[in-house]
């Protein structure tokens, strides 16, 4: 059995990490870090020296961003394989989450592993656009594309529209990759979830 840190939990509905520590937050919060860990958890066990030249380190200091993820239970040391000559890493879980502390250092590192996440996805709508989205088939253009939807919710209505969301998506995320019909391929859905700042109109009680 192997065992997890104590700053993270499981249980939520697409099986993700939850990370609670913000020194966790603060570790992940660096480039390479957060494409070891996505390449991890999309492609599945890897060495250092197979990571490399996708997350944009040598295999000596990839090795090091492993370790130091290792400390706080993101990623750990996935089964030998038979012909094992460098040590094989795995993400702990297929997805990860963290939410905002209570106190001041808390809610630094979350902005600070925030900040780090937007930068690292804000490319990738362009990228679609003009790399992907002239090579699909008709069949996949007419669902994709983006959505702007503008809501007024409370704070306990947004979490709800997100736990639905949710719902919706976890039979899709956590099923086993035998049970995906034929022609099915990789969809990235990006949601962005961006409370506006308060406006007081005329009229509007406070």
Known sequence: MREHSHNM????????????????????????????????????????TQLSPDVGATPSVTSWHLRHLAGFGLVQDAEAAADRRERRWEAVARGFRFGMPADEAGQSAARMLSR???????????????????????????????????????????????????????PYVTRDPAQRPSGSRGVRLL?????????????ESA
Do not use: C
């Open 9 to 48: 939990e499981h249980g939520n509905r697409l099986g993700d990490i939850e990370i609670t520590d913000p020194k966790a937050m603060r570790a992940l919060a660096h480039p390479v870090r957060l494409a070891i860990l996505e390449r991890l958890q999309r492609h599945g066990p890897a060495t250092a």
């Open 116 to 170: 780090e996440m937007f930068a690292r996805s804000a490319d990738l709508p362009h990228r679609w656009v003009t790399e992907t989205e002239p090579e699909l088939d008709p069949m996949w253009r007419k669902p994709a594309g983006l959505a702007n939807t503008r809501v007024v919710v409370s704070p306990d209505e947004l979490a709800a529209i997100e736990d639905a969301i949710q719902g919706v998506l976890a």
């Open 191 to 203: 949601r962005y979830v961006l409370p506006e700042a308060h406006e007081e109109r005329a009229g």
